[in-house]
């Protein structure tokens, strides 16, 4: 999760660069989304590793 989460924020960072507005907007929500996944994820698996 977290590696795609980079990626989908190098192609925002790269599209914004470009000029492309709505592209680097939609690849920022994706990659937020992305990333907000891999902390709930990785939180579950801390605490049921403590468990």
Known sequence: ML???IIFL???LVAALL???GLAGAATNIAYVLFI????LAV???VRGRA
């Open 19 to 21: 000029g492309f507005g």
């Open 37 to 40: 996944v891999f902390l709930v």
């Open 3 to 5: 590696k795609w989460a």
């Open 44 to 46: 579950i698996a801390f």
């Open 10 to 12: 190098i192609i925002a």
